[in-house]
């Protein structure tokens, strides 16, 4: 079984893939009377036929070492999967290659960062580390087929170290 070694996520590494949402520097706005710092439009909602949704997920916890079975992708939209607890999760991602996915990565969020996956960005489904596993999930809602998965011959292990 090939090994992927967690990354720490940053707005570098991931941007191939999607957008990081996270309050790191200054914000872009100062609202509120002074009382709130706006990070102003820091990721594209991508959808195409049909409308942005606002879901909650629950999700069971998963522990590395963790089997990568597969991933998918959704050809219609972009997934912002943004926790409601200050936990780090799991991100997995992996280049389109010849139509399907290439040598997957893995991402490890520092507590309180969201993900935005840009549309048919091949991903792992939402992975959360800890309890209680609750995200804020926004992509599409319309008709139509938007899920394409790809089942591994072979899962890959996904690791914390080298
Ligand atoms: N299927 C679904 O709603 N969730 C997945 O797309 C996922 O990435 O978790
Ligand atoms: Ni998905």
């Not at 522990?63 to 991100?91: C, I, K, Y």
Request: a negative charge.
């Amino acid at each position: 079984m090939s090994g992927i070694t967690v990354e720490p996520l940053t707005a570098a590494a991931f941007a191939p893939y999607g957008e990081v949402l996270e309050t790191e520097g200054d914000p872009d706005r100062i609202i509120n009377q002074g009382l709130c710092g706006r990070f102003h439009d820091r990721a594209t909602l991508d959808i195409v036929e049909g409308r942005a949704g606002l879901s909650l997920f629950k999700a069971e916890p998963r522990a590395l070492p963790l089997r990568l079975e597969m991933v998918e992708r959704h050809p219609q939209g972009s997934q912002a999967f943004m926790p409601m607890s200050f936990d780090p999760f799991l991100v997995v991602v992996a280049p389109d290659k010849d139509g399907g996915p290439g040598t997957p990565r893995a991402f490890l969020t520092r507590p309180g960062q969201g993900i935005n996956f840009h549309r048919g960005t091949w991903h792992g489904v939402l992975t959360p580390l800890h309890e209680p596993g609750l995200f804020a999930v926004i992509d599409r809602i319309g008709e139509g087929p938007n899920l394409e998965e790809h089942w591994f011959t072979e899962p890959y292990l996904v690791h914390a170290t080298a």
